[in-house]
């Protein structure tokens, strides 16, 4: 399971891998804009993250790490968000993996500075989502790119094997290497 936390909208991803192959069960946002408290808005992720995991029963969660910007207010909401959803995944004894917005980006698209529509669409090309499951809300689309790059970073997808970079696995890879 991925999350994009946010205090206007949260963003989530639930991935199924079978035979080491991911796919996506489901995405999706939380709409907060519309409560005007701060703390109400923490509940409703909370319930909304308790609900996800009693309904799809995720193995682990990947949640994005705040990013440093200037205002510091919505860095501690942000922060809030995060750890607000961190919570209900140790509730129910989820183990929980932090990936930096860079890190998420580098491991879909190869660019950590792709722009939301380029994770989106290297989602939808990677898991093979029909356009009609794609959502407008790129949070969640970016929700689902945390819960991918947590699978790329698994034991599961390298078999124990952990590349620190693309030029290291490539370098680990010369047989799945075109030039």
Sequence with gaps: MGIDPGTQVMGYGILRVLDNK??????????????GDHYLKLAKIYTRVIGLIDEFLPDELAIEAPFFGKNVQSMLKLGRAQGVAMAAAISRDIPIHEYAPLKIK????????AAKEQVAYMLQQIL??????MLPQLDASDGLAAAL???YQSDIATGDRKYSNWKDFANKNQDKVRK
């Design 128 to 133: 093979r989502i029909p356009d009609e499951q």
């Design 106 to 113: 580098m491991a879909i698209t190869g660019n950590g500075r």
């Design 149 to 151: 790059c947590h699978f």
């Design 22 to 35: 991911p796919s996506m069960m489901a995405m999706g946002v939380m709409e907060l804009g519309k409560y």
